[in-house]
């Protein structure tokens, strides 16, 4: 004889179903968002330094002669950068990494809108990933687009196992 259905008609909700491949994601997008932030702080402590002056130092520091005509011209360059783009370049880097500090603790608790998010951050790169090749190839360009077409494929194929278990089965 089947066994009884709970009271009251709903279905017990089913445990998560191990999924490796979107542990390794959460983990990319955590440890990305993290490094992200990290860079974004110690981007924003540069913002009133002698940034040529630091840069010769870090020359110096490493034994590397600082009047070669690439370090000189680099640190040109570097003499161009104002407080107010380090400024903003730190806080646009802030800004994603909490994006995807976001999205990796959704796809932790698997929540349906961080699959979608992580599906549509990973394919909002692919044109500029696939642009930068056709430009000029690398190997690591390569990796990154190969990474991101993973994650989409994945993430696309698998939505309604990975992420099935927060909808209510009453619906």
């Not at 702080?41 to 130092?57: A, C, I, K, M, T």
């Not at 044109?127 to 696309?156: D, G």
Request: proline share 6%.
């Amino acid at each position: 004889m089947p066994a009884d259905p709970p009271a009251g008609g709903a279905n017990p909700e089913q445990p998560k179903k191990r999924a490796p491949t979107l542990y390794l994601i959460i983990a990319f997008k955590l440890s990305k968002g993290l490094l992200l932030l990290l860079l974004g702080v110690g981007v924003y402590h540069l913002r009133d330094n002698n940034l040529p002056q630091e840069f010769r130092s870090t020359l110096e520091f490493f034994h590397i002669d600082p009047e070669k005509a690439f370090f000189t011209e680099l640190a040109n360059k570097i003499g161009q950068i104002t407080p107010a783009n380090v400024r903003t370049i730190a806080r646009g880097t802030v800004l994603y990494s909490l994006f995807s500090l976001i999205e990796g603790t959704g796809l932790l608790f698997r929540v349906p809108w961080a699959g979608w998010l992580a599906i549509g951050e990973s394919a909002f790169f692919i044109p500029i990933e696939v642009y930068e090749l056709m430009r000029k190839y690398s190997l690591s360009m390569l990796a990154i687009l190969t990474l991101n077409v993973i994650i989409i494929w994945y993430l696309f194929r698998n939505r309604d196992r990975l992420f099935h278990h927060h909808q209510h089965a009453n619906k």
